[in-house]
């Protein structure tokens, strides 16, 4: 007779009820079928494998990629009691451990997918007795996902030889080809998938070109007086931002992996005590920290993909009071991300570009912000969620497939290696010496556009990029993408939102 789960939740964890897909999670666990729960970060994952831990009986073998993750969690399961252990290169008891494991006098042990994977451990596990295995970031076994670790896809074979084992695989992260991957490689049956409620409903999404990111950034800590975090790309440009943006009178501090560690400790602190002070600061600020009045989350740049997006966002409005997310974003930060996609081993390169196209989504959609994000996690949202900027005040759409043939055949016919000050002259047909010493005044292209098309040439050239039809070299030269071809032939449709008139004056993400 298993312990009821419901009192267990009370007496161990001290908590009243289970939380969103916690309940099912935890019911499936407990009746020996094949999980994978896909919970965003702070959803309470842990609590899926730790509670059957205690339930079942028998060891819980936790599956962990860092060593300093399973300590924090080694140490949080110990203060509720839980008898729990790891088997890692800086625990200097493993007779012990191993001891307590044969004995059944343990309940959780952490261990990392490289040592899983050993036949010594096996040999190990076949003289204890086995109650579950979790996959902690089981996205780690998907070439697909932004974290691939080799060794988790050895464990295949280590989960098989328990075949009345269940396993449990636990990630945030869920784009359908790695989710896919994630059951196909980890065995795991198509009902098996559980994926918990993403939405954010109290954080207001919004997303705009960056077209003067000191006045952008200005105009928001001018509508909001809360605490702020403003995430740069580069540690020089957090200190650069900091110091402009201090000027309006506001406490304004950097953060970034350069400053001292007695630096970082004193702004970090600083922000969590303050009411209304604002971080500028790389990604690596705000791992592990909870300041749940963070009232406004803002992207000077683009983020490295829709699920570090959600993450850092998600950092916003934790008390449920409204905050604001907004995203700015560039055309180049598309060129520089994808050009980063040839750094990367062959077998990665598809994924990554799979992750920018959906950035690009994010960005170039016309319609609900949320909806995008959502869908993103495998969820079906409604189309409209009323909180975010496309919904507020829907954007003007305007086609224009054919100033993008004419801007793609300019770029074809003048060699795919001029910038868009030499294309927009070719195409508007304003001739210079260049011009006329490359014979391009003599082009078909030339002149083809009018005057009132010719203001479309460049955010037309900025859509172009985000939908990989454009690349940029190093000195802004333009060529084809791969996707050019389709948008040439005029196969594909282009469009371009309009930002609303009034809204420049307006700070469409004031949240007001
Ligand atoms: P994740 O691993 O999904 O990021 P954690 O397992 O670290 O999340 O849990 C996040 C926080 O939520 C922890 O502080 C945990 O104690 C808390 N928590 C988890 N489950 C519950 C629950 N059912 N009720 C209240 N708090 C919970
Ligand atoms: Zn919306």
């Known amino acids: 007779m298993l312990a009821d789960p419901a009192a267990l939740l009370r007496s161990v964890f001290g908590f009243e009820g289970f939380r969103g897909v916690q309940a099912q999670v935890v019911e499936r666990v407990l009746a020996g079928k094949a999980t994978l729960a896909i919970m965003p970060t702070g959803a309470g994952k842990s609590l899926c494998y730790q509670l059957p831990a205690v339930a079942l009986p028998g060891c819980c073998v936790v599956i962990s990629p860092l060593i300093a993750l399973m300590h924090d969690q080694l140490r949080s399961a110990r203060a509720l009691g839980i008898r729990a252990a790891s088997l890692t290169s800086v625990d200097s008891d493993w007779r012990e451990t191993q001891d307590r494991l044969r004995a059944g006098e343990l309940d959780l042990l952490y261990v990392a997918p490289e040592r899983a994977s050993g036949t010594g451990f096996r040999t190990l596990l076949e003289s204890a007795r086995i109650s579950l295995f979790a996959i902690d970031e089981a996205h780690c076994v998907s070439e697909w996902g932004h974290d691939f670790r080799p060794d988790y896809r050895l464990l295949r074979p280590l989960l098989d ?33 559980i994926i918990s409620g993403f939405d954010r409903p109290n954080i207001r999404y919004a997303v705009q070109p960056r077209d003067g990111l000191q006045r952008q950034l200005q105009d928001v800590l001018a509508a909001n007086s809360g605490p702020g975090i403003i995430y740069a790309p580069t540690r020089a440009a957090t200190e650069q931002l900091a110091q402009g943006l201090a000027r309006g009178g506001r406490t304004v501090l950097p953060y970034h992996a350069g400053l001292s560690s007695e630096v970082r400790a004193a702004n970090q602190s600083a922000f969590l005590a303050s009411e209304d002070m604002v971080m500028v600061a790389t990604v690596a600020f705000g791992m592990g920290i909870d300041k749940p009045d963070v009232r406004f989350v803002v992207h000077a740049g683009l983020p490295k993909s829709i699920e570090s997006y959600y993450q850092e966002s998600g950092r916003a409005g934790r008390d449920g009071e409204p905050a604001i997310a907004l995203l700015l974003w560039g055309a180049e930060d598309f060129v520089r991300a994808r050009q980063r996609i040839a750094e990367v081993e062959p077998a990665r390169q598809s994924g990554e570009r799979a992750r920018i196209a959906s950035l690009g989504a994010l960005v170039e959609t016309a319609g609900c912000r949320r909806a995008v994000l959502l869908r993103h996690f495998g969820e079906t949202p409604p189309p ?55 014979g391009h005044d003599a082009l078909s292209v030339f002149g083809i556009v009018g005057r009132e098309e010719a203001p479309l040439i460049k955010p037309v050239a900025r859509a172009l990029q985000v939908l990989d039809a454009l690349t940029a070299n190093d000195h802004g030269g333009l060529a084809f993408g791969p996707a050019a071809r389709d948008y040439l032939r005029g196969e594909e449709k282009v469009s371009l939102v309009l930002q609303p008139a009034k809204a420049r004056g307006r700070k469409r993400a004031s949240g007001g």
Do not use: W
């Open 161 to 193: 030889a328990f075949p009345d084992v269940p396993r449990l695989a636990l990630t945030a992260t869920a784009d359908r080809h790695t989710r896919d991957d994630i059951l196909a490689q980890l065995g795991i049956p198509p009902e098996g998938l």
């Open 384 to 438: 409209q969620c009323g909180n975010c900027d496309n919904c507020l005040e829907p954007p003007a759409c305007m086609d224009v497939t054919e100033t993008a043939q004419k801007l793609l055949s300019a770029v074809h016919r003048t060699g795919q290696s001029f910038g868009l000050g030499h294309l927009e002259a070719v195409l508007t047909g304003k001739s210079n010496e260049r011009i006329v010493q490359r």
